[in-house]
C-alpha cells in the first residue's frame, strides 16, 4: 500500500513556512511601534538591524551567504523604513492612485521591504558589485520603494521606469519627500528603454523588478530582448505574486480574471485611470463592432460574439488582426489552453495577473546571453510558497 503519510522534509518544510509567516506578521505588527520608542527616546540614531533583521536566516526567504551584503541591507532597510513610515503621504503632491497604493504599502510595511531586501541581496550578490560601479534600473517601480532601497545601500546610479507617466512624477516626488536622488526616470516600456540606452550609452548591470511580469503585455518579446538594456555583466532578478504552482494562489487569480472578463466596476478612490473600468469583455466586442462597421465588414452577431470570446488576452491592434485573419481564412485565434482565464486590459494589454508558463520563460531567457537562467524558489518549493520569480545572469 502506498504510503500517504507526509516525509519529514514536508512536515519541516510546513513548519518553517508557518513560522517565517508568523515572525513576519509579528514584525510588521511591532516594528513601527519600535520605530517609534526609538525615536521618542531619542534612540533613533541606534540601529535596530542587528537585533531586529529584515533578512535573517529562516525569514522565509533564502538569503547569500555574503553576510556583509546582508547587513549592508538590513542598515538600508531600516533606514528606509523609518522615512517612509513617518512620511504623511496626504501631502504629498501625487496622484491618489499612488496616495492610496503608498498608504495601503505602508500598512504592511515591514514586509514589503523584506521582499524588496530579498530580491535586491541576491541581484547584488551575483557578481560581488561595487556599489559605487553599479547601475541598477528598477524595471515597472510603480511608487519607487525598490530603488529607494538601491539608493540607501549606497548604489550610485540608480535609474526608474514605469510604464505610467503618472507614476514616473509621483515616484520622483516620494523620492525628494525621502531626500534621495535617482540618477534619471525612463518613463515607457521596454522598447522605450532600449532607445534610451542607444542615445546614452547607459546600459545596466542589475535588473529588478517586483510584481511587473505579470502586467507586461508581450512577455516573450520582452525576454527576448531585454538582453538589449543589460551590459555585458548583468544580474537580473524579477518576481511575481502570479505564482501557478500554488492553488491557492492560482484559484484566486482565476476567479480575478473572470470577474474582470464578465464584470465592469465603478469608479472608486485610487483607480488608475490608464486602465479600463469596463469588463473587458465588452470592451473587445465594441472594438471588434467599431472596427467592422468603419471597414465595411459584414457579420454576424453570432461572429462577433465568437470573436469576442477569443480575442481574450489581446490589445486593441490585435484584436482588429484577429477580425481580418477570420474574414480572410476563417480562422479563430488560439486561447491559452494551460491557463484559460487570463486576460488584459484590451485598450493598454496590462495583463490581469498573468499566470504564465515559467519553464516556457526560461527557455526564452536561455536563447539570449542570459545562460544562467533557473526559476526562483525551487521547484519542490513552489506549491507552498507566495512568490515566484526568474534570476538570471550573464
Given at each position: 500500500?502506498?504510503?500517504?503519510?507526509?516525509?519529514?522534509?514536508i512536515?519541516?518544510?510546513?513548519?518553517?513556512?508557518?513560522?517565517?509567516?508568523?515572525?513576519?506578521?509579528?514584525?510588521?505588527?511591532y516594528?513601527?511601534?519600535?520605530i517609534?520608542?526609538?525615536?521618542?527616546?531619542?534612540?533613533?540614531?541606534?540601529?535596530?538591524?542587528?537585533?531586529?533583521?529584515?533578512?535573517?536566516?529562516?525569514?522565509?526567504?533564502?538569503?547569500?551567504?555574503?553576510?556583509?551584503?546582508?547587513r549592508?541591507?538590513?542598515?538600508?532597510?531600516?533606514?528606509?523604513?523609518?522615512?517612509?513610515?513617518?512620511?504623511?503621504?496626504?501631502?504629498l503632491?501625487?496622484?491618489?492612485?499612488?496616495?492610496?497604493?503608498?498608504?495601503?504599502?505602508?500598512?504592511?510595511?515591514?514586509?514589503?521591504?523584506?521582499?524588496?531586501?530579498?530580491?535586491?541581496?541576491?541581484?547584488?550578490?551575483?557578481?560581488?558589485?561595487?556599489?559605487?560601479?553599479?547601475?541598477?534600473?528598477?524595471?515597472?517601480?510603480?511608487t519607487?520603494?525598490?530603488?529607494?532601497?538601491?539608493?540607501?545601500?549606497g548604489?550610485?546610479?540608480?535609474?526608474?521606469?514605469?510604464?505610467?507617466?503618472?507614476?514616473c512624477?509621483?515616484?520622483?516626488?516620494?523620492?525628494?519627500?525621502?531626500?534621495?536622488?535617482r540618477?534619471?526616470?525612463?518613463?515607457?516600456?521596454?522598447?522605450?528603454?532600449?532607445?534610451?540606452?542607444?542615445?546614452?550609452?547607459?546600459?545596466?548591470?542589475?535588473?529588478?523588478?517586483?510584481?511587473?511580469?505579470?502586467?507586461?503585455?508581450?512577455?516573450?518579446?520582452?525576454?527576448?530582448n531585454?538582453?538589449?538594456?543589460?551590459?555585458?555583466?548583468?544580474?537580473?532578478?524579477?518576481?511575481?505574486?502570479?505564482?501557478?504552482?500554488?492553488?491557492?494562489?492560482?484559484?484566486?487569480?482565476?476567479?480575478?480574471?473572470?470577474?474582470?472578463?464578465?464584470?465592469?466596476?465603478?469608479?472608486y478612490?485610487?483607480?488608475?485611470?490608464?486602465?479600463?473600468?469596463?469588463?473587458?469583455?465588452?470592451?473587445?466586442?465594441?472594438?471588434?463592432?467599431?472596427?467592422i462597421?468603419?471597414?465595411?465588414?459584414?457579420?454576424?452577431?453570432d461572429?462577433?460574439?465568437?470573436?469576442?470570446?477569443?480575442?481574450?488576452?489581446?490589445?486593441?491592434?490585435?484584436?482588429?488582426?484577429?477580425?481580418?485573419q477570420?474574414i480572410?481564412?476563417?480562422?479563430l485565434?488560439?486561447?491559452d489552453?494551460?491557463?484559460?482565464?487570463?486576460?488584459?486590459?484590451p485598450?493598454?494589454?496590462?495583463?490581469?495577473?498573468?499566470?504564465?508558463?515559467?519553464?516556457?520563460?526560461?527557455?526564452?531567457l536561455?536563447?539570449?546571453?542570459?545562460?544562467?537562467?533557473?526559476?526562483?524558489?525551487?521547484?519542490?518549493?513552489?506549491?507552498?510558497?507566495?512568490i515566484?520569480?526568474?534570476?538570471?545572469?550573464?
Amino acid at each position: 500500500m502506498k504510503n500517504i503519510m507526509p516525509t519529514k522534509r514536508i512536515v519541516n518544510d510546513l513548519y518553517l513556512s508557518i513560522f517565517s509567516n508568523l515572525r513576519r506578521i509579528i514584525n510588521n505588527i511591532y516594528y513601527n511601534n519600535i520605530i517609534q520608542k526609538t525615536q521618542k527616546f531619542d534612540m533613533s540614531k541606534y540601529l535596530l538591524g542587528y537585533w531586529f533583521p529584515f533578512l535573517y536566516p529562516g525569514c522565509g526567504f533564502s538569503i547569500p551567504r555574503n553576510k556583509k551584503l546582508v547587513r549592508q541591507i538590513n542598515i538600508a532597510a531600516e533606514r528606509l523604513y523609518r522615512k517612509i513610515i513617518n512620511l504623511d503621504i496626504s501631502k504629498l503632491g501625487i496622484s491618489d492612485y499612488n496616495k492610496k497604493y503608498l498608504t495601503d504599502k505602508k500598512k504592511i510595511l515591514y514586509i514589503e521591504i523584506q521582499k524588496y531586501s530579498y530580491l535586491l541581496s541576491w541581484i547584488l550578490s551575483k557578481y560581488n558589485y561595487d556599489l559605487s560601479k553599479c547601475c541598477f534600473l528598477d524595471y515597472g517601480g510603480g511608487t519607487g520603494l525598490l530603488s529607494l532601497l538601491a539608493l540607501e545601500a549606497g548604489i550610485k546610479n540608480v535609474y526608474y521606469n514605469d510604464i505610467y507617466d503618472v507614476s514616473c512624477r509621483d515616484a520622483a516626488v516620494i523620492a525628494k519627500a525621502v531626500h534621495l536622488k535617482r540618477k534619471d526616470y525612463i518613463q515607457g516600456d521596454l522598447d522605450d528603454i532600449i532607445q534610451y540606452c542607444k542615445n546614452t550609452g547607459i546600459y545596466f548591470n542589475a535588473i529588478g523588478s517586483y510584481d511587473v511580469i505579470e502586467h507586461i503585455y508581450d512577455i516573450k518579446y520582452f525576454f527576448l530582448n531585454i538582453d538589449k538594456i543589460a551590459h555585458n555583466k548583468c544580474t537580473i532578478f524579477m518576481i511575481s505574486g502570479a505564482n501557478p504552482y500554488n492553488k491557492k494562489i492560482k484559484n484566486e487569480l482565476m476567479l480575478q480574471h473572470k470577474k474582470l472578463e464578465n464584470e465592469s466596476r465603478n469608479k472608486y478612490y485610487g483607480w488608475k485611470q490608464r486602465d479600463t473600468l469596463e469588463s473587458y469583455h465588452s470592451v473587445r466586442k465594441r472594438i471588434i463592432e467599431q472596427y467592422i462597421d468603419q471597414n465595411n465588414i459584414k457579420l454576424k452577431q453570432d461572429e462577433i460574439q465568437l470573436l469576442s470570446k477569443y480575442t481574450r488576452g489581446m490589445v486593441k491592434q490585435d484584436i482588429e488582426k484577429s477580425v481580418d485573419q477570420y474574414i480572410k481564412n476563417g480562422v479563430l485565434p488560439e486561447i491559452d489552453k494551460k491557463f484559460p482565464t487570463n486576460t488584459c486590459d484590451p485598450y493598454t494589454g496590462n495583463w490581469a495577473e498573468h499566470l504564465m508558463d515559467f519553464d516556457m520563460l526560461i527557455n526564452i531567457l536561455k536563447t539570449t546571453n542570459f545562460k544562467s537562467a533557473r526559476v526562483v524558489p525551487d521547484k519542490d518549493k513552489l506549491s507552498s510558497s507566495d512568490i515566484i520569480g526568474i534570476f538570471a545572469s550573464k
